[in-house]
């Protein structure tokens, strides 16, 4: 792959910059890099003197945005690992607060669209879907290794998918014969699993499979829940943390970690006098998701699924 091929379309731009306000002098944190997108929005915006930490698991995201934000030379620097290390990460290069975060949060255009990284349903490839291809099992290993069970609650919980059990059902017979080493035979079993009047329309009848597949794969929800965490705890007083997710899965949790540092008392309801003593730490800066423009939307088509959450800290 060469740079130039990860290409990302930095989604909601607008809402992002008006959250987090970059300003010279200030230190950021893309948790997301990618290929570099928001990051460079970031910096142009908190010209000429706003630093910012790129994190990315992903090393060809890492080439990429590197070349991206060339123009930017001494204004960033780039870090290996997963932004739910981000604590770790940023002390080790002496950094205990930040003045923005922003995490946009699944997988890239550029990994979608990279046949050879395995996690798109529209190309043959091999069965990978790790972000970071240099450690962790495969999805291939996944599905030919996992219990029955342990496939039918993975496709239930993170995919939602209604026809989990016949698809497990028949992804075990299926690596009885032989091992599922490529995307394309994952897709030939789904569909025949769900029959064709059941299928939704205007939706790929493997794309909540894979999904749910990919998310367990990297561990997306539980690095979330310790990123959003880890996020809160690096801001200095004023700080903003924006939250671009692009499933309800992943939206749910971001408003409910964001519910729980906005409020005062998280005591059950009915006690009469409180007994936790939380004090909230981040003041909600949009109680409802900021969603794409029709502008955006007809730029960017996979813009629509995203949705934007931000608190400042107190």
Request: hydrophobic share 40%; with cysteine.
């Amino acid at each position: 792959m060469t740079t130039n091929e990860f290409k990302h379309i930095p989604v909601l731009s607008q809402q992002v910059l008006e959250a987090l306000q970059p300003r010279s002098g200030g230190i950021y944190v893309d948790g997301t890099v990618g290929g570099g997108g928001h990051a460079a929005l970031v910096l142009e915006a908190g010209a000429p003197n706003a630093f910012l930490l790129g994190i990315d698991r992903d090393a060809e995201a890492r080439a990429a945005a590197a070349a991206h934000l060339a123009p930017y030379a001494g204004r960033f620097k780039l870090l290996a690992g997963n932004y739910c290390d981000m604590a770790d990460l940023l002390a080790e290069q002496g950094i205990e607060a930040v003045d923005g975060i922003l995490l946009d949060i699944g997988v890239s255009s550029h990994q979608l669209d990279a046949a050879e990284r395995g996690f798109s349903y529209m190309q043959d490839a091999a069965l990978d879907m790790r972000m970071d291809q240099s450690c962790g099992r495969t999805a291939a290993e996944l599905v030919n290794e996992a219990s029955g069970e342990e496939l039918k609650e993975i496709l239930y919980r993170y995919g939602e998918e209604k026809w989990a059990a016949r698809i497990v059902q028949m992804i075990l017979e299926a690596r009885a014969r032989q091992p599922i080493t490529r995307t394309g035979e994952l897709v030939d079993i789904i569909k025949k699993a769900i029959p064709k009047g059941a299928r939704e329309k205007d939706q790929h009848p493997a794309k909540r499979s894979f999904q749910a597949i990919r998310i367990a794969v990297n561990d997306e929800l539980g690095a979330l829940e310790r990123g959003l965490e880890a996020a809160i705890g690096l801001l200095r007083p004023g700080g903003v943390l924006g939250v671009i997710s692009f499933h309800s899965l992943e939206d749910r949790i971001v408003k409910e970690v964001f519910r729980l540092h906005s409020r005062d008392c998280i005591c059950p309801p009915g006690l009469p006098v409180c007994q936790c003593g939380h004090k909230a730490d981040v003041k909600l800066l949009n109680k409802k998701p900021l969603v794409a423009s029709p502008e955006e939307l007809a730029i960017n088509p996979r813009s629509r699924s995203a949705n934007f959450r931000a608190v400042r800290k107190l």
